[in-house]
T-cell receptor, first 113, second 115 residues
Framework: GENVEQHPSTLSVQEGDSAVIKCTYSDSASNYFPWYKQELGKRPQLIIDIRSNVGEKKDQRIAVTLNKTAKHFSLHITETQPEDSAVYFCAAPQRGAGTALIFGKGTTLSVSS | DTEVTQTPKHLVMGMTNKKSLKCEQHMGHRAMYWYKQKAKKPPELMFVYSYEKLSINESVPSRFSPECPNSSLLNLHLHALQPEDSALYLC??????????????FGSGTRLTVV
């Protein structure tokens, strides 16, 4: 089945710096890659996603890039703020499971002011 | 209504109890999911319902029994659970049951403690 590897597991940055989280996937047929943000004690929330026919997508301070050849996709957060502190999960379709998603292990982002 | 509502928010149950978790959405989504999330871990898929039919069961023990009474409701019946089943149980829905469209909408979860 699909396997999603996420790095790093923890990331500490200063306010205003950029943060980059990378995920790799194994199934070359995967075509949809969302990113979720989960604050402590809360639900995961979709922050951005990308389809395999697009190389990059931006939404204000957040961007996602996709390299289909290398089978990896990355989340980029610019001008980080303390409220960006959370756990971030990448995901990809679970092979043979229709619309089900499999999640990476998560990255705990800490932004210090 | 753009939310997935889960009840109860917290549940403490003994190992001999029977309880149910409920999930409701009124967005017309045709796929609904149960995930289990342990502390500091990613959500793990348990069940998938597509058009109100169980399409995926990720080898979940029979002490967890899902039910989809209609297109808006999803239940998870619990019986004879173990302490290691303590976790956050997340319900999610997505619009299209055959193709991922706009990703999932997650409910806020039920935090389950088995004593």
């Amino acid at each position: 089945g699909e396997n999603v590897e996420q790095h790093p597991s923890t990331l500490s940055v200063q306010e205003g710096d950029s943060a980059v989280i990378k995920c790799t996937y194994s199934d070359s047929a995967s075509n949809y890659f969302p990113w979720y943000k989960q604050e402590l004690g809360k639900r995961p929330q979709l922050i951005i996603d990308i389809r395999s026919n697009v190389g990059e997508k931006k939404d204000q301070r957040i961007a996602v890039t996709l390299n289909k050849t290398a089978k990896h996709f990355s989340l980029h957060i610019t001008e980080t703020q303390p409220e960006d502190s959370a756990v971030y999960f990448c995901a990809a379709p679970q092979r043979g499971a229709g619309t089900a998603l499999i999640f990476g292990k998560g990255t705990t982002l800490s932004v210090s002011s | 209504d753009t939310e997935v509502t889960q009840t109860p928010k917290h549940l403490v149950m003994g190992m001999t109890n029977k309880k149910s978790l409920k999930c409701e959405q009124h967005m017309g989504h045709r796929a609904m999911y149960w995930y289990k999330q342990k502390a500091k871990k990613p959500p793990e898929l348990m069940f998938v319902y597509s058009y109100e039919k169980l399409s995926i069961n990720e080898s979940v023990p029979s002490r967890f029994s899902p039910e989809c009474p209609n297109s808006s409701l999803l239940n998870l019946h619990l019986h004879a659970l173990q302490p290691e089943d303590s976790a956050l149980y997340l319900c999610a829905s997505s619009q299209d049951a055959s193709r991922l469209g706009d990703g999932y909408t997650f409910g806020s979860g039920t935090r389950l403690t088995v004593v």
